[in-house]
C-alpha cells in the first residue's frame, strides 16, 4: 500500500502545484475523469486481480444482482491464474481489461518499456475477451499515471483508455478503518467519512450523480462491502451498465 500512497500524494501535489496546462501537455494525471457521467448510472471496475478468494466472490456478488463489472487485470496474476480469467468470462457480464504486465508505474519507466508493458498482455487478452482481437480492449493505468507516449501506443493498438469518476480509495481505509488527513485530501474523503468507507463511496457517486467507480479485487473494503454499496446505490435510484455501453463512450479515452 505504501506505494499507492505515494503516487496519491505525488498526484495531489501536482495538482496543487502545477499549471493545468503543464500537466496536460505531459499527460501525466488524466485517469480522474473530469467529463460528466451518463446520470444516475454506474459502471463497477476491479483493478489488480484476478486474485484467489476475491475474484470469485466478487463475481458471487455481481452474480447474485446481474450487475456486470470491469476487471482491470495485470497479466502475470492471468497467467498464474487462468482459472479465474475463465470464470469472469464464463459468467458472460463482464469485460476484462489490460492492467499492465506486472504493475510498473508509468513515470517511472521509459516509453519502451511502458509499450511492452501493455503488449505482453495483449495475447492472454485477446484470449480471454470473447471475439478476442476484435472485442473492444479496454486499457487503465497502473496508478492512473499516463503518459502521451504510452496513450498513442496504445490507442494504436485499439485499445480504450479507462480511467474513474469516483475513486473509492479501498486501500487507504485497509489499515485501521480510517483515513489520515493527508489520504483523505487525496482521495476527496469528506471529513463525517474519515471512519466510514461505504459513506465515502455513496457520497461520491452521489455527488457526481454516477460514473465509473475505482474498486480493488486485493483490498477488503472492497470485498467486505460490495454488496452494502450495490444495495445502497439501487435504494438510491441508481442502474449499473457495462463500460462498453454507449452511455460511457464520453467517459473513455
Excluded at 53 to 72: K, M
Excluded at 118 to 130: K, M, S, T
Excluded at 135 to 142: A, E, Q
Excluded at 158 to 181: L, M, N, P, Q
Aim: proline share 5%; charged share 20%.
Amino acid at each position: 500500500m505504501a506505494d499507492i500512497r505515494l503516487q496519491h500524494l505525488k498526484r495531489l501535489d501536482a495538482k496543487m502545484n502545477v499549471e493545468p496546462a503543464v500537466l496536460g501537455e505531459t499527460c501525466r494525471y488524466e485517469s480522474d475523469i473530469s467529463t460528466h457521467p451518463p446520470l444516475h448510472r454506474v459502471a463497477l471496475s476491479f483493478d489488480d486481480g484476478p486474485e484467489p478468494g476475491q475474484t470469485e466472490h466478487i463475481l458471487a456478488v455481481l452474480a447474485r444482482y446481474r450487475i456486470p463489472g470491469a476487471f482491470f487485470m495485470v497479466g502475470e496474476k492471468m497467467q498464474r491464474h487462468p482459472e479465474l480469467v475463465a470464470q469472469v468470462r464464463a459468467a458472460g457480464l463482464h469485460q476484462i481489461g489490460n492492467h499492465s504486465w506486472d504493475h510498473p508505474n508509468f513515470h517511472d519507466i521509459d516509453p519502451a518499456r511502458q509499450q511492452e508493458e501493455i503488449a505482453r498482455v495483449a495475447p492472454l487478452l485477446d484470449a480471454a475477451v470473447p471475439g478476442g482481437a476484435t472485442g473492444t480492449r479496454l486499457f487503465r493505468y497502473p496508478y492512473g499515471n499516463a503518459s502521451c507516449e504510452a496513450n498513442d501506443y496504445a490507442h494504436a493498438q485499439g485499445y480504450r483508455i479507462v480511467g474513474w469518476h469516483v475513486d473509492s480509495c479501498d486501500w487507504a481505509f485497509e489499515k485501521t478503518g480510517a483515513v489520515d488527513f493527508r489520504e483523505a485530501t487525496s482521495c476527496g474523503v469528506l471529513s463525517q467519512y474519515h471512519h466510514d468507507f461505504v459513506g465515502h463511496v455513496l457520497a461520491s457517486v452521489r455527488a457526481r450523480r454516477g460514473g465509473i467507480v475505482l474498486l480493488h479485487e486485493i483490498h477488503p473494503n472492497t470485498i467486505r462491502h460490495l454488496e452494502e454499496i450495490i444495495l445502497a446505490l439501487r435504494a438510491d435510484g441508481f442502474t449499473f451498465g457495462s463500460l462498453t455501453d454507449e452511455a460511457f463512450a464520453s467517459s473513455l479515452r
